[in-house]
């Protein structure tokens, strides 16, 4: 069964930084490419970021101007979003999801997801 | 970066009948179009990809179609299961987007 299991969120303040995982079972991980998506509360799903089997190849939302870093350990089946100098917008549900297609562009699994709050 | 405009953004029906949500591409995607479901306070789950591909697992009411920029995704014979918000995503180009969101209330 194919699993994806996101941790390591919370409350944080403006301007600090938050480091999530995602940890999945029941497939080849190194196999696939992997997403973030989040939501925030009440509104509709919006792509974070992707990145290649290898993590030789990294893709972001635009309006993230470089504070969030996708990276993945292969060995260890786990995805991280390291997030840093947060704003209140980016409070919201993170999911993690196994991404299909040559550029992993769309995505069949997904985790529960995890909340982010940015507040002071 | 494409936008993707589903309508209606709400829609109420009843038990049993048949539905069909449109998306349209602010430029041709070519049939690199998902659908996914997402009910309240759950995750959400792959209905559709490359337009018309079911994913697995996925009971065969759901049905979608279309290439270019106009897709459109039909729910036959509705259970109370299947009220929920649908979305439809590009994958096209970076940077992947999705629609607003279809919200999908019994009447």
């Known amino acids: 069964e194919v699993q994806l299991v996101e941790s390591g969120g919370g409350l944080v303040q403006p301007g600090g930084s938050l480091r999530l995982s995602c940890a999945v079972s029941g497939f080849s991980f190194s196999n696939y490419w992997m997403s973030w998506v989040r939501q925030a509360p009440g509104k509709g799903l919006e792509w974070v970021a992707n990145?290649?089997?290898?993590?030789?190849?990294?893709y972001y939302v635009d309006s993230l101007e470089g504070r969030f870093t996708i990276s993945r350990d292969n060995a260890k089946k786990s995805l991280y979003l390291q997030m840093n100098s947060l704003r209140a917008e980016d409070t919201a549900v993170y999911y993690c999801?196994?991404?299909?297609?040559?550029?992993?562009?769309?995505?069949?699994?997904w985790g529960q997801g995890i909340l982010v709050t940015v507040s002071s | 970066d494409i936008q993707m405009t589903q309508s209606p953004s709400s829609l109420s029906a009843s038990v049993g009948d048949r539905v069909t949500i449109t998306c349209r591409a602010s430029?041709?995607?070519?049939?690199?179009l998902a659908w996914v479901q997402q009910k309240p306070g759950k995750a959400p789950k792959s209905l559709i990809y490359?337009?018309?591909n079911l994913q697995s697992g996925v009971p065969s009411k759901f049905s979608g179609s279309g290439s270019g920029t106009d897709f459109t995704l039909n729910i036959s014979s509705l259970q109370p299961e299947d009220f929920a918000t649908y979305y439809c995503q590009q994958y096209n180009n970076y940077p992947i987007t999705f629609g607003q969101g279809t919200r999908l209330e019994i009447k």
């Open positions: 490359a337009a018309s």
């Open positions: 999801a196994r991404g299909r297609h040559t550029t992993g562009g769309y995505f069949d699994y």
């Open positions: 430029q041709g995607i070519s049939n690199y």
């Open positions: 990145i290649k089997q290898d993590g030789s190849e990294k």
